[in-house]
T-cell receptor
Framework: TQLLEQSPQFLSIQEGENLTVYCNSS?????LQWYRQEPGEGPVLLVTVVTGGEVKKLKRLTFQFGDARKDSSLHITAAQPGDTGLYLCAGSNTGNQFYFGTGTSLTVIP | DADVTQTPRNRITKTGKRIMLECSQT?????MYWYRQDPGLGLRLIYYSFDVKDINKGEISDGYSVSRQAQAKFSLSLESAIPNQTALYFC????????????FGPGTRLTVL
């Protein structure tokens, strides 16, 4: 059972463009995380959001947790080639297990 | 040195063989996890352990077993490997409470022929 669906699955954009990645579920989560994974490496945590409606910013990345805590978005402003990677959302109800989304593969072309 | 290490990094084996993947961590975390990653499916949890006496099944535990030999070591076994177990396997650790950030190893690419 895939609890979290991400869209788009693949995204290829030019350097300097903006983009948004979505993470949707029919389930409510107490917390949601976003990770970035580069080829040959494990995922690395970018942010954790825990409050409905919460917005967090990390330099050019803006993360939002939906009011109902069922969805989240990641917005990147002025994308750079260094942003290239696989972006994964992960939701938890108990803090014991995290359910990962299907992933969005981003390529930023110089 | 990496905080979470996995061995081997790559493995090719045949159907029916027993395989063990090992994970070691120097972060001092109590919680350890095994995931598999398949294209288009994200990461799926196989087993997790909150201390050396605690083992829990995840979403897809069938065909796998684990052993928590010490706080720092958590191994994953495939008793009789099959081709649909071909995947990228990740070990992860986390600490109690807080953001529950998971720290991942570099992964093991397993191919079952």
């Amino acid at each position: 059972t895939q609890l979290l669906e991400q869209s788009p699955q693949f995204l290829s954009i030019q350097e300097g463009e903006n983009l948004t990645v979505y993470c949707n579920s029919s389930s409510v989560f107490s917390s949601l995380q976003w990770y970035r994974q580069e080829p040959g490496e494990g995922p690395v945590l970018l942010v954790t959001v825990v409050t409905g409606g919460e917005v967090k910013k990390l330099k050019r990345l803006t993360f939002q947790f939906g009011d109902a805590r069922k969805d989240s978005s990641l917005h990147i402003t002025a994308a750079q080639p260094g942003d290239t990677g696989l972006y994964l959302c992960a939701g938890s109800n108990t803090g014991n297990q995290f359910y990962f989304g299907t992933g969005t593969s981003l390529t930023v072309i110089p | 040195d990496a905080d979470v290490t996995q061995t081997p990094r790559n493995r090719i084996t045949k159907t029916g063989k027993r395989i063990m993947l090992e994970c070691s961590q120097t972060k001092g975390h109590d919680r350890m996890y095994w995931y598999r990653q398949d294209p288009g499916l994200g990461l799926r949890l196989i087993y997790y352990s909150f201390d050396v006496k605690d083992i829990n099944k995840g979403e897809i535990s069938d065909g796998y077993s684990v052993s928590r030999q010490a706080q720092a070591k958590f191994s994953l076994s495939l008793e009789s490997a099959i081709p649909n177990q071909t995947a990228l396997y990740f070990c992860a650790t986390s600490d109690w409470g807080g953001a529950n950030e998971q720290f991942f190893g570099p992964g093991t690419r397993l191919t079952v022929l």
